[in-house]
């Protein structure tokens, strides 16, 4: 057993992507879920910006570790505005939510 050592695993997105790109009815499947993806995004960029753990985010917002995955999965669930302000602050941010006329390119 004292050989056993933690190798992680690469995870290649894009061709995750180009590969189930390749299914009927996934691009448009995923699409639709591009604002929750984009948020998932922010909320893993802004964690490891700060350098804590899902348990240390978890601890400090009053949580479990598991909440927070579940919170960080995009189209498991949908978070509440009081539950992303916690996230925010937890992570050192703030929330911004803002509201984009059609047709615009976004920020």
């Keep these: ?19 189930a790109g390749k299914r009927r009815g996934f691009n448009k499947a995923y699409a639709e879920l591009d604002e929750e993806y984009a948020l998932a995004k922010e909320m893993l960029a802004a964690r490891a910006r700060v350098g804590l753990s899902q348990e240390a985010v978890a601890e400090i917002m009053g949580t479990t570790k598991s909440a927070i995955s579940r919170l960080e999965a995009a189209g498991k669930h ?30």
Aim: aromatic content about 6%; glycine content about 6%.
């Design 1 to 19: 057993m004292s050989d056993l050592k933690y190798e992680p695993v690469v995870h290649d997105h894009k061709g995750l992507l180009e590969k």
């Design 78 to 107: 949908t978070p509440s505005l009081s539950t992303l302000k916690k996230y925010a602050h937890a992570v050192g941010c703030h929330l911004e939510i803002r509201f984009v006329p059609e047709g615009s390119s976004k920020p």
